[in-house]
């Protein structure tokens, strides 16, 4: 069977930090070659596609701002189709505020006024924050999360992303998010549909992340490939729910499965 399109993770496949991944770049030459389209999909919010079109390319990669879209991304889309005249109480980084403010979302500091709570990776993230949450959603607004990831691969060590941030919330306010997006959420298939126009056969989902970006391939019907160069190692394959289609030591590989 042939592909026509596929989705890239970026941290942990591509990249980590700022430096390529060893092999990745050959691997991304080596879709681009056989004629399959590739978007780059990140669950980091914190940056809008422009911003990665920069790194990426920094990186050896030639992508332009279609070929990239972010949690931040699926978040703002959500927003806007779903809150677009609400006040938003958001604990984020600056990135995902430019990008609200960009699409012409509101957003408040007022935890008695806001209409939603949305919540994200946030490096400045206290005490004083978690208040913020509990008193805004003793309120019963709704509760928006940009993505799952608690932690996310960076240069030296791991370190906690928006899953850590919403996770704290979740638990001090004793109550579940409404919505979680970025990858494996339904709004984010959605895009990936919108992106790659291809029957899902036609489709690989490459990534490290099992309950992200494998989950997301499953979900839309599209082949799965699991990377060892981010966050999923062997013991945790093992005892994971999730099964990828395939095993790579790192995208460098990907001819095994396109060939």
Same mark, same amino acid.
């Given at each position: ?52 079109? #920069?790194? !990426?390319?920094?990186? *050896? ?5 279609? +070929?990239?879209?972010? $949690? &931040?991304?699926? /978040? %703002? ?8 005249? #609400?006040? !938003?109480?958001?604990? *984020? ?5 430019? +990008?609200?403010?960009? $699409? &012409?979302?509101? /957003? %408040? ?151």
């Amino acid at each position: 069977m042939g592909f026509s399109g596929a989705v890239l993770d970026v941290d942990g496949t591509v990249v980590r930090g700022d430096e390529p991944i060893p092999g990745a770049p050959a691997g991304y030459r080596r879709l681009r070659e056989a004629g399959i389209e590739t978007l780059f999909v990140s669950n980091n919010p914190t940056k809008a596609p422009p911003a990665y079109v #920069d790194r !990426l390319g920094a990186a *050896g990669y030639e992508v332009d701002a279609e +070929q990239v879209f972010t $949690a &931040g991304t699926v /978040t %703002t889309r959500y927003l806007c189709d779903h809150h677009a005249d #609400d006040e !938003l109480l958001c604990i *984020g980084a600056p990135g995902l505020f430019d +990008q609200f403010a960009a $699409a &012409g979302l509101a /957003t %408040t500091d007022d935890v008695d006024t806001a209409d939603a709570l949305v919540a994200s990776i946030d490096h400045e993230f206290d005490y004083d924050d978690l208040c913020t949450a509990l008193w805004t959603l003793d309120r019963d607004v709704p509760f928006i999360g940009t993505d799952p990831d608690v932690v996310i691969p960076a240069p030296g060590r791991d370190v906690p992303g928006s899953g850590a941030v919403i996770n704290a919330i979740a638990g001090v306010a004793e109550r579940d998010p409404d919505v979680v997006l970025g990858k494996p959420s339904d709004p984010a298939i959605e895009m990936v549909r919108e992106r790659l126009p291809y029957p899902p056969e036609e489709c690989l989902v490459v990534g490290d992340r099992l309950n992200t970006d494998i989950a997301l391939g499953e979900r839309a019907g599209m082949t799965t490939v699991l990377v060892r160069s981010g966050v999923t190692d062997d013991e945790t394959l093992a005892a994971a729910d999730v099964s990828p289609d395939h095993v790579l030591d790192d995208l460098g590989q990907i001819g095994r499965v396109i060939d």
